[in-house]
């Protein structure tokens, strides 16, 4: 969605500079991300300089939106040109997505950073700046060289970054986090350091996430406990993504997880009421009425292939025999009894 305003996109640039998180004096990199002969403290160097490069630049572009091609002139009125309120995120990650790098320049293929300059989807937002021209040229202000670049040409060219010769090695090297892809607005627009403790296809603790450290340790127990206990009947995670820096989403097959700091809500898919409904009617009362009071027929389509007329749970209803449920989570004891309905209803997984 488009910003209304340039005071609108400037609150959006403001917020997520705010966010962004401190980098501690040393941190855990696991030897994946050390490309280009770096060694763990040359990575901590260039990812600090990284990090000190974005909020710079975003202070910048607060302070002067239009030197920046932010905003434009539009039949006499100011609008705002992206959507985006990470244009130069973006802009680093499709030219080291682009690229490689050695002995610390980057090579950058001219056709493929095109794609993503017109917009081919980046990670898991497919959101991109309308102003990369505008962009580029501004690097060289901040100690950046580039050769060859020719906008809206599939051109190759090089990016030299002489003041810090890790910091185009490490924006390379993070882009191989998986959470550059899933978390583009939370672990890695943030800055959270705690992504690089793993080998780039590993999943973070969940407390190491940006999102964990803003909330209290009861939903943290919750969702720790969940995913060990889920994983011991071999129920894993089958995706997970970060709508906004402080809320995610996990999947488990049958049980989605919804969190934020302030609150947990879980989905539940409930399937066969008829084959089961002894069981379903043994459960303790408040999941029982949560499922006897929410599989009535929605109407949703005509010919719905789930549809099931009857009686069921003592009435004559109509209802879907496939119910996805906002089940209760306001207890940590709730998710053995979710782990107690999934074995019951689907059978225990091998691991």
Sequence with gaps: MAYKSTQ?????????????????????????????????????????????????????MIASPESFGLVADK???????????????WLFIALARSGEVRKGLLYVNGAEF???????TLG?????????ESMINKLSEYGFDITGYKHREPVDFTIEYK??????????????????????????ACFNALMFKTAPKEKMLFPDTHTAKLMPQHLIEFITTAISEFGKIGLNQMAERHH??????????YYQIYYSPNNIFTLFDITNHEIHEKYLESLPEKYFNTIKDHINCKTCRKNCKTLRVGELF??????????????????????????DIITTLYGKKSR
């Design 8 to 60: 609108e996109m400037i609150d959006h640039l403001k917020h997520y500079n705010f966010i962004i998180e401190k980098i501690p004096e040393t941190f855990e990199v696991h030897g994946e991300y050390l490309i280009d002969g770096m060694i763990a403290g040359d990575f901590i160097l260039g990812y600090k300089e990284y990090r000190d490069l974005i909020k710079n630049l975003n202070e910048r």
């Design 163 to 188: 003041s810090n010769p890790y910091l185009l090695p490490v924006i390379k090297a993070s882009t191989l986090s998986q959470y550059q892809a899933k978390s583009l607005v939370s672990d890695y």
């Design 244 to 253: 906004k820096h402080n809320e995610g989403w996990m999947k488990f097959k």
């Design 114 to 120: 095109l794609a993503y300059a017109k917009g081919k």
């Design 124 to 132: 898991s937002h497919n959101a991109y700046p309308k102003n990369i």
């Design 314 to 339: 003592g009435k004559k209803r109509a209802w879907c025999n496939s119910s996805r449920l906002r089940f209760p989570c306001d207890d940590i004891n709730d998710i053995s009894i979710v782990i």
């Design 75 to 89: 039949k006499g009125i100011e609008k705002p040109v992206n959507t985006i309120h990470y244009p130069y995120l």
